[in-house]
């Protein structure tokens, strides 16, 4: 059987393995996968309803997404970015925000070429940089202060780049970019060409006391950035599998064809309900708010141990190394000794994430996270 470079690098994520070995036990604590309890907006239900009742959606047709919600995704890039972005020539919606990874990578990437990322970082991002056959280069993350923060000076050495594929607030950190980032992210840009792929997915889910900045509004990076939205985050619409790319003309011609051949079109029933929840009343400050109270409970529950703080977003990290154990260690005897489900972050980096187990607060209350300190007491007993 022939070997495939593309997969020599290319780990799992593990969730899947400790969701299986968790099963479906009521006493543990469901902190490894990236789900919510939080309701999805109501219009965005009812949308969805009434379009499958009526049949509307029902169609191929058109491969880049539904004239309604290309234009409900123009309105709210626009309040985002101070950008237009024309619907029909600069906006594909995909099945799912990390969908629209893959056709963004093959269009703005030739094999081999490096691509910046941080360490740690989402692995669905890391894993399918090496998948289009590009080179990830990962520039590290810090603890500073019990927060995340780039390493700006790691960031200033990169000389050669195709693009910098970067989240904030990022999957599994928390880290939120500040404005002095995002210049260091716009003078890379600038020296190598690269274009900036900036995954928007849990722009709005930042905490107090850290700024939510659109890269957009940062000089020389709004004519070089490809933003890839979603509904699964910021509107709790995990199921509905709908996301976005908006991009200059010129590269979005490129990633629409190759979205078209990788999905041909994202579910038209689940396009009308995310266009509702584009346009209505959608909860995001009250959803943040609840989230905000559980990453304090956390924290408080954890205060004698390594957890770094998020800035924002749905997951932080403890440091397993730091308590003498491993990340799968501490995974394992988390499981098994304290019920509690949490992800070891071997695919989510190199050096630095390979130290964490991740803990995700989106899914469980903060009643039942206030559990913590108990469990946690027990797996390191």
Known sequence: ???????????PFDIDKVAAAAGADPD??????????????????AATTRSLAEGTGNSWLPFTGLPELCEAVAADLRLRTGLDYDPVRQIAVTSGGTSAVMPVLLATTEPGDPVVLTDPTYAGLLQRVRLAGARPHLVPLRVEGGHWRLDRDALGEVRSAAALLLMSPSMPSGV???????????????????????????????????PRIN???????GERTIVIGSMSKEY?????????????ADIMSRIMVATIYNTTVASGFHQIG???????????????AEYQARHETVVAQ???LPLVRAGGGWSC??????????????????????????TPMTAWGEQVARRYVRLVFSAEPVERLSELRARFAAALA
């Open 1 to 11: 059987m022939r070997s495939n470079s593309r997969f020599a690098q290319v780990q």
């Open 28 to 45: 543990v604590l469901r902190m490894e996968n990236l789900d919510t309890d939080v309701p999805p907006p109501p219009a965005a239900v």
């Open 176 to 210: 939120v970019l500040d404005e002095e980032d995002w210049t260091a992210v716009a003078r890379v840009c600038e020296r190598t060409g690269a274009y900036l792929i900036y995954d928007a997915a849990m722009e709005r889910i930042v905490f107090d006391g850290h």
């Open 215 to 221: 890269p957009c509004r940062v000089e020389g990076l």
């Open 236 to 248: 709790r619409m995990i199921g509905w599998r709908i996301g976005w790319v908006a991009g200059p």
């Open 274 to 288: 995310a266009a509702a929840a584009l346009r209505e009343p959608s909860g995001v400050a009250e959803a943040v």
């Open 302 to 304: 954890l205060a004698d």
């Open 317 to 342: 990290l403890v440091d397993a190394e730091a308590m003498g154990l491993t990340a799968d260690d501490l995974s394992a005897r988390l499981l098994e000794r304290g019920r509690v489900a949490a």
